[in-house]
């Protein structure tokens, strides 16, 4: 036993090993190989190997700076679509009480409370100025 741990050892050392983005998509292939036995499309099967055969092939990489930096962009997609989503969920929360809209000049996403008629809006970020109905 404690010869074939030491041989797992020898044969990871200097090997890049598992990460988050590595989690993701082992999680995701299982995900998608029991998709594609409820939807019986051989398309999810495939996607699925590919994802498997990426992770492997992350694991046992010996280019670690590379992976490394993978793993970093990996985290910063997931916290822009994770805010991104937090957003959204915000706006559904406070659809009955506020109204959003986005400033024209800087694009700035402005909150504004509903029902007090046509209002003047200054953007806190670039200090234009428009009227809006809330
Ligand atoms: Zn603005």
Known sequence: MTAMKEKLRRFMAG????????????ISSIVL??????TRLGL???VAFGLLVWCN???????????TEENYKFYT?????TGRLGGYQK?????????????PQCRQQLRVPKGRGRIQITCPR???Q?????
Not at 16 to 26: E, K, P
Not at 57 to 67: D, L, V
Not at 77 to 81: I, N, S, T
Not at 130 to 134: E, G, T
């Open 57 to 67: 092939y992350r694991t046992f990489s010996r280019n670690i700076s590379k992976r």
């Open 77 to 81: 997609l997931k916290d822009r679509l």
């Open 126 to 128: 670039c200090g234009t």
């Open 130 to 134: 428009f009227i809006k109905k809330s």
């Open 44 to 46: 999810f099967t495939w």
């Open 15 to 26: 090997r890049y090993g598992t990460d988050a983005l590595n989690q993701f998509l082992s």
């Open 33 to 38: 190989l029991l998709f594609s036995l409820v």
């Open 91 to 103: 706006m559904w929360a406070d659809r009955k009480t506020h109204r959003y809209y986005r400033c």
